[in-house]
């Protein structure tokens, strides 16, 4: 599985960016699609992931103001970011999972600039 991460870039607080990752190769098994973060210094840390099923979960500090979805026709799942701060400025990195492999894209710089 090959993924393709895509949309990131420079804005300024309060403005909007929306990435996108595309999956290619076999991706049958996949169950779980979702965002990780890594600012500078700091830990990876998830952002959100979304389920088969539809179903969401969000790290609090981007809860209200990020949103995650995927077309399991496209094999893409999205992450809108809306009222962007300048505390989510990181290489954002999408992840897909299924039982007993995880498959991460080559990151996409975000920052916002105060």
């Known amino acids: 599985v090959q993924l393709q991460a895509s949309g990131g870039g420079l804005v300024q607080a309060g403005g909007s960016l929306r990435l996108s990752c595309a999956a290619s190769?076999?991706?049958?098994?996949?169950?779980?699609m979702g965002w990780y973060r890594q600012a500078p210094g700091k830990e990876r840390e998830l952002v959100a992931r979304?389920?088969?099923?539809?179903?969401?979960k969000y790290a609090d500090s981007v809860k209200g103001r990020f949103t995650i979805s995927r077309d399991n026709a496209k094999n893409t799942v999205y992450l809108q970011m809306n009222s962007l701060k300048p505390e989510d400025t990181a290489v954002y990195y999408c992840?897909?999972?299924?039982?007993?492999?995880?498959?991460w894209g080559q990151g996409t710089l975000v920052t916002v600039s105060s």
């Open positions: 979304i389920t088969s099923g539809g179903s969401t």
């Open positions: 992840n897909m999972h299924r039982i007993g492999w995880d498959y």
């Open positions: 190769g076999s991706i049958f098994g996949i169950n779980v």
